[in-house]
């Protein structure tokens, strides 16, 4: 069974930073990627930014140069370094497992960035 723990969203001032960091639990093995979605309500969840076990990066154009992402194979998270927030980056952020052909999603933590 795996589960997808998120944990770091919250509250920032325009400008500022979080850092959101997401636990895999069970045995995964092999190739697999990591990333993060985000959703506003009545929209579609969206692509920010993915991660191979293997280090291969891939970003959203509205997040580049202001998002990384990293992740440790050894405990199985994915984390996303996120500055220069925006208002239009307040959304919920969900952690998506894909491995051996399967989704996984995370529960969302919400960011909400306002002055």
């Known amino acids: 069974q795996v589960q997808l723990v998120e944990s770091g969203g919250g509250l920032v001032q325009p400008g500022g930073s979080l850092r959101l960091s997401c636990a895999a639990s069970?045995?995964?093995?092999?190739?697999?990627?990591m990333g993060w979605y985000r959703q506003v309500p009545g929209k579609q969840r969206d692509f920010v930014a993915r991660?191979?076990?293997?280090?291969?990066?891939d970003y959203a154009d509205s997040v580049k140069g202001r998002f990384t992402i990293s992740i440790d194979n050894a405990k199985n998270t994915v984390n996303l370094q996120m500055n220069s927030l925006k208002p239009m980056d307040t959304a919920v952020y969900y952690c998506?497992?894909?491995?051996?052909?399967?989704?996984?999603w995370g529960q969302g933590t919400q960011v909400t960035v306002s002055s």
């Open positions: 998506n497992l894909h491995w051996r052909t399967i989704g996984y």
């Open positions: 069970g045995l995964i093995r092999g190739i697999y990627t």
């Open positions: 991660i191979t076990s293997g280090g291969t990066t």
